[in-house]
C-alpha cells in the first residue's frame, strides 16, 4: 500500500506578541553589553580592562545566540496515511509535536472565513491552537476535535492537497461544516 504524505511549514510573522519580544531582547542585550562595560571602564584597573571587555562580549554573544532563535517560530503539518501532526519548530532546531491524531477524529474541518467566524464564536471550544503565519494568512482552515473530554479547535494554511486529504480522511466533518454553514 502506498501511503498518503502531505506537509507544509509556515514561518509566523514578526508582530504583534513576538515582535515586542524581539524588540526587549534587543534591549537586553545592549543593556547586557553597555552597562557592565561601563562599568569596567571606570571601576576596574586598566590592565584587566580589556580581558574583562572580552569576557562580557562572549557572555554577551551566548547569550544572544541561545535566546534569538527562539523568536524564530515555525508550524508544521503533515499528513501521513490518515494521521495528521502538528509541530511547533524553534530556531529552526528544536521540533515540539504538539497534536498527533487520526484525521476521522475531526467532528468538523472547513475553511476559516466571516461566516465560519459567525459559528465558530457560539461553538464553545476549551482549546485552540494556531498553526498560521497571521490572521490575514490564505487559505486558513480549521478542525474541530474532541481530547482529553475538551473540545478543540486547530487552526491552519490547508494546501490544495491537504485539503483533498481531509476530504478524503474525514468526509463527514467536512459535511458537517457545511451544513452548518448554510443554517447561517
Not at 514561518?11 to 561601563?38: D, E, H, N, R, W
Not at 562599568?39 to 562580549?57: E, K, W
Not at 497534536?99 to 466571516?114: D, Q, V, W
Amino acid at each position: 500500500m502506498q501511503n498518503a504524505f502531505c506537509e507544509h511549514i509556515v514561518k509566523q510573522k514578526t508582530q504583534g506578541k513576538l515582535l515586542i519580544i524581539k524588540m526587549a531582547l534587543v534591549c537586553f542585550y545592549i543593556a547586557l553589553l553597555l552597562l557592565p562595560s561601563l562599568a569596567i571602564i571606570i571601576f576596574a584597573p586598566s590592565n584587566l580592562t580589556i580581558p574583562f571587555l572580552i569576557v562580557i562580549a562572549t557572555v554577551v554573544f551566548l547569550v544572544f545566540k541561545f535566546t534569538w532563535r527562539l523568536t524564530s517560530i515555525e508550524y508544521e503539518y503533515q499528513i501521513i496515511d490518515d494521521t495528521i501532526i502538528f509541530t511547533k519548530i524553534l530556531g529552526k532546531t528544536k521540533r515540539q509535536t504538539i497534536i498527533e491524531m487520526p484525521i476521522r477524529a475531526f467532528t468538523i474541518l472547513g475553511e476559516h472565513s466571516e461566516k465560519s467566524e459567525k459559528y465558530l464564536l457560539d461553538l464553545m471550544v476549551d482549546r485552540t491552537y494556531l498553526f498560521i503565519s497571521s490572521y490575514d494568512a490564505e487559505n486558513i482552515h480549521f478542525g474541530v476535535f474532541d481530547a482529553k473530554d475538551e473540545k478543540c479547535i486547530v487552526f491552519f494554511e490547508a494546501t490544495d492537497t491537504a485539503k483533498l486529504k481531509l476530504k478524503k480522511y474525514a468526509p463527514s466533518a467536512s459535511r458537517a461544516f457545511e451544513r452548518e454553514i448554510q443554517k447561517i
